[in-house]
């Protein structure tokens, strides 16, 4: 299966800032996709990343607060923008191999942000 | 729409126990079905998955899960777990071609000695 890379691994940002995480892949991939995990809380889907086109964003996110881009097939980011303390979450980069739902993830290991 | 619940928040268990963590879902079509594992700080790593045919699937770390298509249930068990097992499980479950999954809200495995 896929390696991924995820950085940062955790970092601590002032509110009103931006920070872009990085999500690099071992292999060509289809689907990327980013999610958010609130403390204690299960994974939220954010936006689906493919190549070559806009991303797209499940309800309650919208671009201009999380935008995303995807260069190539092994690469991604995602800006969290104008942050505030809500916005503390692990953010999780993940892929499947296939266009197909069938493969499973594959999860980078995360960026644990905290807002102050 | 899909969804998926995970009935146990917590589950206790001494090592050596066996154990079962219970995930039901609902869908009106076919889905497939996954179990992730989530270590202290790290990121997600797949279980096991079922996508179609035998209803008992095996996966790694001595993990299995049943397929219940009548009780829309895919629980997840493991005879004899070890203190490495402590984690957080979740299940998630896809439309077939759809990409993305939807996930329960985690259960909390702790293995006491």
Known sequence: SAVISQKPSRDICQRGTSLTIQCQVDSQVTMMFWYRQQPGQSLTLIATAN?????????????????ISRPNLTFSTLTVSNMSPEDSSIYLCSVTPGAGSGYGYTFGSGTRLTVV | AQSVTQLDSQVPVFEEA???LRCNY???????????VQYPNQGLQLLLKYLSGSTLVKGINGFEAEFNKSQTS?????PSVHISDTAEYFCAVSWANAGKSTFGDGTTLTVKP
Do not use: C, N
């Not at chain 1, 070559?52 to 996110?61: D, L």
């Not at chain 2, 609902?26 to 992730?36: E, K, P, R």
């Not at chain 2, 895919?74 to 493991?78: G, I, M, S």
């Open chain 2, 18 to 20: 066996p154990v079962e």
């Open chain 2, 74 to 78: 895919f629980h997840l068990r493991k």
């Open chain 2, 26 to 36: 609902s869908s009106s079509v076919s889905v497939y079905l996954f179990w992730y």
């Open chain 1, 51 to 67: 190549q070559g086109s806009e991303a797209t964003y499940e309800s309650g996110f919208v671009i201009d607060k999380f935008p």
